[in-house]
């Protein structure tokens, strides 16, 4: 089954990925609120996209009931996950005129354009097992750090939007889409779309942790 073979290919990738700085503070409560205020304005720039996503696959999509599911994915997410951010916005004083002012950082970039070159490259199921990791990722980390807690209110909140029944319920439609659309002729190109996709759910934290911007080093 494809999701086992993604799965057991990108081990690695996710444990860094739960075991990253930013994941263990957050849980801790350590992590600093300006380092969570970018993470949530560079989250935003990239669900946003995300939700473009699935509308472009659904669009290319020849089979009627994965079609119909894909821009249920896109409808969920804006009412869902995209919605919710709007509490956190609130508390950490994120206005639309910030975010439009506020650039998308490098890696961001980087990560958006890998997943539409995925489905430019590898059509519709390109594009499922490109978006698949942050869907997965986030539920396995969700999990974890539920039987932990934070002590920080929004925090908390974060942890407890991965672990709600309908981003579960999500999660699981989203497996056996990949699975639906994975051929033996395509797996092994899903595989390292996959696995690039996890490289960049790594690549995210660490992004925010650096606050990272479009910079050049001054020469010494």
Same mark, same amino acid.
């Not at 925010?208 to 080093?217: I, K, N, Y």
């Given at each position: 089954?494809?999701?086992?073979?993604?799965?057991?290919?990108?081990?690695?990738?996710?444990?860094?990925? =739960?075991?990253?700085?930013?994941?263990?503070?957050?849980?801790?409560? $350590?992590?600093?609120?300006?380092?969570?205020? *970018?993470?949530? %304005?560079?989250?935003?720039?990239?669900?946003?996209?995300?939700?473009?996503?699935?509308?472009?696959?659904? !669009?290319?999509?020849?089979?009627?009931?994965?079609?119909?599911?894909?821009?249920?994915?896109?409808? *969920?997410?804006?009412?869902? @996950?995209?919605?919710?951010? /709007?509490?956190?916005?609130? /508390?950490?004083?994120?206005?639309? +005129? %910030?975010? #439009? #002012?506020?650039?998308?950082?490098?890696?961001?970039?980087?990560?958006?354009?890998?997943?539409?070159?995925?489905?430019?490259?590898?059509?519709?199921? &390109?594009?499922?097992?490109?978006?698949?990791?942050?869907?997965?990722?986030? +539920? @396995? %980390? &969700? /999990? /974890?750090? +539920?039987?932990? &807690?934070?002590?920080?209110?929004?925090?908390?909140?974060? %942890?407890?939007?991965? $672990?709600?029944?309908?981003?579960?319920?999500?999660?699981?439609?989203?497996?056996?889409?990949?699975?639906?659309?994975?051929?033996? $002729?395509?797996?092994?190109?899903?595989?390292?779309?996959? =696995?690039?996709?996890?490289?960049? @759910?790594?690549?995210?934290?660490?992004? #925010?942790? *650096?606050? !990272?911007?479009?910079?050049?080093? =001054?020469?010494?």
């Amino acid at each position: 089954m494809f999701t086992d073979t993604a799965h057991a290919a990108t081990r690695a990738l996710w444990l860094a990925s =739960k075991r990253h700085p930013f994941i263990q503070q957050l849980q801790a409560g $350590t992590l600093p609120r300006a380092t969570f205020r *970018d993470y949530l %304005i560079q989250d935003h720039h990239y669900l946003l996209e995300f939700g473009r996503l699935y509308d472009l696959a659904a !669009e290319r999509c020849q089979v009627p009931t994965q079609a119909a599911q894909l821009r249920a994915n896109a409808a *969920d997410l804006r009412q869902g @996950e995209i919605a919710t951010r /709007e509490t956190f916005f609130a /508390e950490m004083a994120i206005t639309p +005129a %910030i975010i #439009a #002012a506020t650039p998308v950082a490098p890696t961001n970039y980087a990560y958006t354009s890998h997943l539409y070159r995925s489905l430019a490259t590898a059509g519709v199921p &390109g594009a499922v097992a490109g978006l698949l990791p942050c869907y997965w990722l986030y +539920a @396995e %980390i &969700g /999990e /974890e750090l +539920a039987t932990k &807690g934070s002590p920080v209110p929004i925090y908390q909140a974060w %942890i407890d939007s991965y $672990t709600a029944s309908d981003y579960a319920n999500a999660m699981t439609d989203q497996l056996a889409l990949a699975n639906a659309v994975a051929t033996p $002729t395509n797996q092994a190109a899903l595989c390292q779309i996959f =696995k690039r996709s996890s490289w960049y @759910e790594l690549n995210f934290w660490q992004m #925010a942790l *650096d606050h !990272e911007q479009w910079t050049v080093a =001054k020469p010494s």
